[in-house]
């Protein structure tokens, strides 16, 4: 699946934590209509000692990081200074596009704090980004962004931003924020934001609305009304539908893997070496929470996963691991014979649907072809 020939990209989740209780987010959910943090969530995070474990015996060359994760925010790791200026060092010093990206609430730790986060990259690493999530203004951005506050995270943006770092506002479109969008990019340009991106959700895939009380406070969150918007809700509900009627399986996809044109793979918060986060997400809430993956998500791939032991990084050699056979031969191989629902999802575009006859035979030939 990999080229070693080229330069690997890694996709980090530092930790499971966030300060944060955005209610669309898979670490909450909504219990007697109160929002709270799901109370299985392991509450890890991968220290500077994890990381080096990781990376410091690692053979091939590194383009770049991203810091993004499926359940927490990388700021909340305890060790982010530390991994941060550990990540600087080991990038490809030859290449002119190394580069380190982030994403976060921004809502957490001082403002000197980002101040000197700031002056740390413009003198070790300087083609970074930081994307802070500021969805809304004054009086709407904590509707999403549950407890935290808007004055904060653009106090905190600004501070990072003066010092010289660079940082993208992304804004995503609800029914509550969508008139303030054209303000948001005024400020974001004002206050020396490289980019402003809007962004529209696919999370409206089961109701219309959310609602929930926090603090005391009742909220409700719309989806914006915009088409864009209302596309993807219906793309989001056409995938319902499919399930109902020709499920994923009995679909034939070509696949177009992200991460094996990008030549980069996921890390979780707990050193475990996922192909994607997509499969991350599912193989954590499976192994943490007891959830079975569903199923119409319960492909090859997700058996493979649990034939073979989950492979951690911090207690065996990354080299190897991306070496195996997986990687190299099972995992691509699957991409032509039998397309895993999450791959097919994510990455697949529909060619023909198939029968089930037809789908015993390609899984037979998957299977000769593995021996």
């Known amino acids: 699946m990999y080229d070693f020939k080229r330069h690997f990209g890694f996709h980090v989740e530092l930790t499971d934590k966030c300060n944060a209780r955005c209610p669309q987010c898979a670490r909450n959910c909504i219990i007697g209509g109160k929002l709270q943090s799901r109370p299985d969530l392991v509450d890890t995070e991968l220290s500077i000692s994890d990381f080096k474990k990781i990376f410091d015996g690692f053979e091939y060359p590194i383009k770049n990081f991203s810091f993004c994760g499926n359940f927490g925010d990388p700021i909340f790791a305890k060790d982010i200074w530390e991994i941060t200026e550990y990540t600087c060092s080991i990038l490809d010093q030859n290449l002119y596009n190394r580069a380190i990206y982030m994403h976060t609430n921004g809502g957490f730790r001082p403002e000197k704090w980002w101040r000197e986060y700031a002056k740390m990259f413009k003198e070790k690493c300087?083609?970074?980004?930081?994307?802070?999530?500021?969805?809304?203004?004054?009086?709407?951005?904590?509707?999403?962004?549950?407890?935290?506050?808007?004055?904060?995270?653009?106090?905190?943006?600004?501070?990072?931003?003066?010092?010289?770092?660079?940082?993208?506002?992304?804004?995503?479109?609800?029914?509550?924020?969508?008139?303030?969008?054209?303000?948001?990019?005024?400020?974001?340009?004002?206050?020396?934001?490289?980019?402003?991106?809007?962004?529209?959700?696919?999370?409206?895939?089961?109701?219309?609305?959310?609602?929930?009380?926090?603090?005391?406070?009742?909220?409700?969150?719309?989806?914006?009304?915009?088409?864009?918007?209302?596309?993807?809700?219906?793309?989001?509900?056409?995938?319902?539908?499919?399930?109902?009627?020709?499920?994923i399986k009995e679909a034939q996809k070509e696949i177009f893997c992200d991460v094996k044109k990008k030549n980069q793979l996921y890390i979780d918060c707990e050193g475990l070496v996922h192909p994607c986060c997509w499969i991350g997400s599912f193989?954590?809430?499976?192994?943490?929470?007891?959830?079975?993956?569903?199923?119409?998500?319960?492909?090859?791939?997700?058996?493979?996963?649990?034939?073979?032991?989950?492979?951690?990084?911090?207690?065996?050699?990354?080299?190897?691991?991306?070496?195996?056979?997986?990687?190299?031969y099972i995992l691509p191989l699957s991409f032509d014979v039998s397309p895993c629902d999450t791959c097919a999802r994510q990455c697949g575009k529909t060619t023909r649907v198939v029968s089930s006859k037809q789908r015993e035979a390609i899984n037979e030939g998957y299977e000769k072809k593995c021996l």
């Open 126 to 247: 300087p083609n970074h980004l930081l994307v802070f999530s500021l969805d809304g203004l004054e009086d709407t951005h904590h509707f999403y962004r549950v407890n935290t506050r808007y004055d904060i995270v653009l106090r905190n943006a600004r501070a990072f931003i003066d010092a010289g770092g660079n940082a993208e506002w992304s804004f995503i479109r609800f029914g509550h924020n969508e008139h303030q969008e054209e303000e948001a990019r005024r400020r974001a340009k004002e206050y020396g934001f490289k980019t402003f991106i809007p962004v529209d959700t696919q999370r409206f895939w089961i109701r219309d609305n959310t609602d929930f009380e926090f603090n005391g406070e009742q909220y409700r969150i719309t989806p914006a009304t915009n088409m864009a918007a209302q596309a993807k809700k219906e793309q989001s509900k056409k995938w319902l539908r499919d399930k109902a009627s020709i499920t």
């Open 283 to 328: 193989e954590y809430r499976r192994k943490n929470w007891g959830q079975d993956v569903p199923d119409t998500h319960q492909p090859e791939i997700h058996q493979m996963f649990r034939m073979r032991e989950q492979r951690n990084a911090i207690t065996e050699d990354l080299t190897d691991i991306i070496e195996d056979d997986f990687y190299k």
